[in-house]
């Protein structure tokens, strides 16, 4: 097997855009403070346009939104989309992408692309998802049999290829060296993304380790990645208070331009709104002109409370992983906004999806019955259709609150949304 990449940087960044670096990166343009809310609308400056916030951003892991074109998701109203380090650091490489003119052209997108810093791919990789975690599932085998971590180290994470079982590195300067080749808008400095069940005394060791790992990232951003390229920093500390709050104070006052709040949230809801209020607190101030970013979120109700918590942007796979698995977002919180199709019960339905919904399920007419036969039948068309849906009604979602809190009306549209009433 090939060792590990020499981590000494050998890709040059690929041609600046017409735009420049932003003078203002983020606009705060209206807050709603009543109820004890931090929640702000604002509008997020990149060198490839502009994201207005509160804002969900759609993965497009591989380089795409599975299943959709780029015109389809500019479309349904989103301004950005996350593209993965690590796969396509593994898949096709930043070198191929690099000379066929970064990211946004290999995929054909034009507007802003964040990517991730490949740490939570590593986190999974040796210790499952916190799912996995809670229910005691298997961990750490990887896909295809080959993934693995082989060690962590100060360098960097060395792992097993999931694709081929080669060895690989991946250093907070790979990391940045490949966010830099890609040539995306905003980049994540790489950290370690600790298990949420691990004691006090391994969070705080990992979490130093990140932040001279953030250090790292940012000496070798200010000296190869092209100046237009925005810094998130991570903050970790899992769930401990005083981990957390210090981390925040320590990003936020580092040299990175936004935030970015990692790891593991906690075992329930209940404790990971609380964690994620601990660092928006922390987050006010002098830093508040930082925009703030909440990793791997994507719930309905999640959602609302982390705008109300101060969360400008989110990103999480649940709406096109649910579309692709014939699950559809209706406004019935009772069933966690979900409907499952692949029910017999929806066989002879001649209901829409969601009434009044302004995706192409539901515009064109189609039936709860013949979404249901075309996921059954495992037809392309059905994953299409529900990914469409899923991501249109996250989009009204947040379209909702962002206009809510520019309108002082967010306590009102937050228990509508909560309450499962859609305009």
Sequence with gaps: MP???????????????AAERPKEVFRIVARA???????RAGVLTTAHGEIRTP?????????????????????????????????????????????????????GWDGPIITDS??????????????????????GKGLRGHGRIDAIEEQGVRFRSHIDGSKQLLSPERSMEVQAALGTDLAVVFDECTPFNVDREYTARSTERTHRWLERCLTFHEQHAPDWQLVYGIVQGGVYQDLRVEATELVASSRVDAVAIGGSLGEHKDQMNEVVGWATAALGGAHERKPRHLLGIGEIDDLVRGVEQGIDTFDCAMPTRLGRHGMALVPDPDKRWRVDLNQARWKTSDEPICEGCP????????????????????ELLGMRLL???????????????????????L?????????????
Excluded at 118 to 135: C, L, P, Y
Excluded at 411 to 423: D, L, N, V
């Design 33 to 39: 403070e009543e109820d004890g809310h931090r929640a």
């Design 3 to 17: 060792d590990a990449p020499d981590p000494t940087p050998s890709l040059d960044a690929p041609p600046r855009p």
């Design 359 to 378: 995706c192409p399920a539901c515009a064109h007419g189609f039936t709860r019955a013949y979404l249901r036969y075309l996921v059954h039948t495992k």
């Design 55 to 107: 804002g969900f951003v759609p993965l497009a892991t591989k380089a795409t939104v599975r299943g959709m074109l780029p015109s389809e998701i500019r479309d349904l109203g989103y301004d950005i989309v996350l593209g993965n380090t690590f796969h396509l650091m593994l898949s096709p490489g930043a070198e191929h992408i690099k000379e066929r003119g970064g990211l946004h052209e290999f995929m």
């Design 387 to 409: 990914t469409q849906h899923n991501l249109a009604f996250v989009s009204r979602v947040m379209q909702r609150l962002r206009q809510s809190i520019i309108d002082g009306r």
């Design 118 to 139: 490949g740490g939570f791919q590593v986190f999974s990789m040796g210790h499952g998802t916190v799912a996995d975690e809670i229910k005691g599932r298997t961990k």
């Design 411 to 423: 306590t009102e549209e937050a228990a509508a949304i909560r309450g499962g009433i859609m305009p």
